[in-house]
């Protein structure tokens, strides 16, 4: 089944900013994401798949037909009301909040999960939280795809350039981008997979009264992500967007292609 007409997609707030953007280099980027997310999902006409943290519900919109069912959470219960509103309407699609998929009826329940740019906002302990839930969510031999922006070395760079230049001609999501001092510049240039800077946090709440703690990009260091999705899982293949021969040094996003651990008994 082809994917929704672009008029639905781009009722999305992010998928405007992102896929829809003015910014030629930031459509052409997060279209190559999402390209790649597609393909790494694969398709299942029995199985489910769940994106976790799913946003204004873009994939869910591109991968529905693919699945017998494709189910959206996230931590925000108003845009998934938004998302549910939007979109749910297409065929095996749903949105669920994120406090459903804690019954157990739910446990071992998806054959893929999508994990895709919410764990660097997650501050560490959030982050162990989420690994844990698509531990627990994922049936045995399942997929578990997670993909995370590359904010070190050259990209870093390449990005704070592209980020100045989006806000100098007036793209209004990049007017209040984060800036690095020097030295914090130069120690996640140089990063390894320790290297960390004080990463500043903020809190929302939901309009269901929940109280949201997260960080923006700054200071997000992949190299010590991939250790703790190692604890959790087997990683079988990592991969770059949207230019994968270039590996993490002139790439927007690192794609870790895991499977769940077997049990042992």
Known sequence: MPPPPPDLLSQGHYARKQIFSSNRIVRW????RFALARELAGQAANGRLLDYGCGDGTFIAMIQGRFAEAVGTDADAGQLHDCAARLGSLDGVRFVPLPELALPAHAGAFDVLMCMEVLEHCPTDIQSRILGDLDRLAAA???VIVSVPIETGPTLAVKQVVRATASLF???EY???ERYRAGEFLRMFFAGPGTRIARPETTATAEDGTVMRFHGHKGFNWRTLERSIAKR???ERRLYSPVPLTGPWLNSQVWFVCRKR???V
């Open 262 to 264: 077997p049990v042992v």
């Open 29 to 32: 980027s997060h279209g190559s």
């Open 170 to 172: 007036g793209v209004s």
């Open 175 to 177: 007017a209040a981008r």
């Open 233 to 235: 899982f087997v990683i």
């Open 141 to 143: 031999g399942a997929r």
